[in-house]
């Protein structure tokens, strides 16, 4: 079952922006810590930003000043802004949440270490 779905990956030069979106589905209606993280082939994965449920976030040293991590717990979507993008910054970003609370059937449940599947960043040169 898919809980956390990423969008807004693709292909861009290098200098432009992107804005990715990760949005819970299903019977989520909560979630708590949520990170961007992103991984390049043969590298292990690495974290760029993160955002706690009280909005006070965090950068990878590489992304700072460059990245904007943001919420909006209505929509359940976190978003992550990227802007003067390297070729450096292509990979797959995935977003992860530590827990996450579900509604369903009448029952309340918590789901823990939720990943999406990832969204494709490309930056060219």
């Known amino acids: 079952q898919v809980h956390l779905v990423e969008s807004g990956g693709g292909l861009v030069q290098a200098g432009g922006s992107l804005r990715l979106s990760c949005t819970a589905s299903g019977s989520i209606y909560s979630l708590s810590t949520v990170r961007w993280c992103r991984q390049v082939q043969g590298k292990q994965r690495e974290l760029v930003a993160i955002i706690d449920k009280d909005r006070s976030v965090d950068y990878g040293n590489s992304v700072k000043g460059r990245f904007t991590i943001s919420r909006d717990d209505a929509k359940l979507t976190v978003y992550l802004e990227m802007n003067s993008l390297k070729p450096e910054d292509t990979g797959v970003y995935y977003c992860?949440?530590?827990?996450?609370?579900?509604?369903?059937?009448?029952?309340?449940?918590?789901?823990?270490?939720?990943w999406g599947q990832g969204t494709q960043v490309t930056v060219s040169s």
């Open positions: 992860n949440t530590d827990r996450a609370e579900h509604f369903s059937g009448g029952h309340y449940y918590t789901g823990y270490d939720y």
